[in-house]
């Protein structure tokens, strides 16, 4: 039982704080006119998180941080990523006419967007290597299995529930106005957490020396 709440509880801590995956996640439910077009985003954040709780569980992560240039290296490209897709969703806000209905992004697109600010975020990464990681190794056996499914659970119905507070709220935007703003405002957020990843970015080239 004690793992089981343990997951709980650290899954959502982790996993509640608005971040790019969470605002992604959150526009795709938002921007279509039925749910199940925004299964792809939601599919691939889910996927995304079960294979590095997995990763940051079994340990391996903390063997690829090890190395600082691969360290620096996502944290590069992490900070060009967030800078672009701030500008595509500012770009694409959605508007709804008479004559045209909601713009959203494509499966293949939610499927690259979903799986970069997944797996191109380094405070994300880092965070699960840092908590779940560390947390997993107070268990053994089944009770490490059960803490690492509890934290994969979690993040999947975190997910589904955000996609549908976002589709819901879309449902009653008739005139596309509120998601216009949305989109602008997630594109704000997403821009902030670009310029806070180059500072990082920025001490760890001090760090090193380079």
């Known amino acids: 039982m004690e793992p089981l709440l343990h997951g709980i509880i650290l899954a959502f ?5 608005l971040g790019v ?6 526009n795709q439910g938002a921007t279509h006119k039925k749910f199940t077009n925004a299964l792809p985003a939601i599919i691939t954040a889910g996927v995304c998180d079960a294979i590095l709780i997995y990763l940051a569980v079994a340990g391996v992560s903390i063997i690829v941080f090890s190395f600082e240039w691969l360290k620096i290296l996502l944290f590069l490209i992490g900070f060009f ?8 969703i500012w770009k694409d806000t959605p508007e709804v ?5 909601k713009k959203w992004f494509s499966t293949r697109r939610q499927i690259t ?10 405070h994300a990464i880092m965070d699960t290597i840092g908590v779940i990681g560390t947390s997993s190794l107070a268990y053994t056996g089944y009770d490490k299995w059960a803490f690492t499914v509890t934290c994969i659970v979690v993040s999947w119905i975190w997910f589904f529930s955000l996609a549908i507070t ?8 008739k005139n596309g106005k509120f998601l216009k703003r949305m989109n602008q405002v997630s594109a704000i957020i997403i821009w902030v957490m670009a ?5 990082q970015l920025y001490l760890l080239f001090k760090e090193y020396n380079l």
Request: a neutral charge; zero cysteines.
């Open 195 to 199: 310029i806070y990843m180059g500072y």
């Open 13 to 17: 801590g982790l996993i509640l704080p």
């Open 166 to 173: 976002g589709w819901k709220i879309g449902q009653t935007d």
């Open 97 to 101: 006419s008479a004559n045209q209905g």
């Open 81 to 88: 990523f967030l800078a672009y897709m701030g500008w595509i």
């Open 21 to 26: 995956q969470n605002v992604f996640v959150f």
């Open 113 to 122: 967007f979903a799986a970069s600010v997944s797996l191109l975020n380094p």
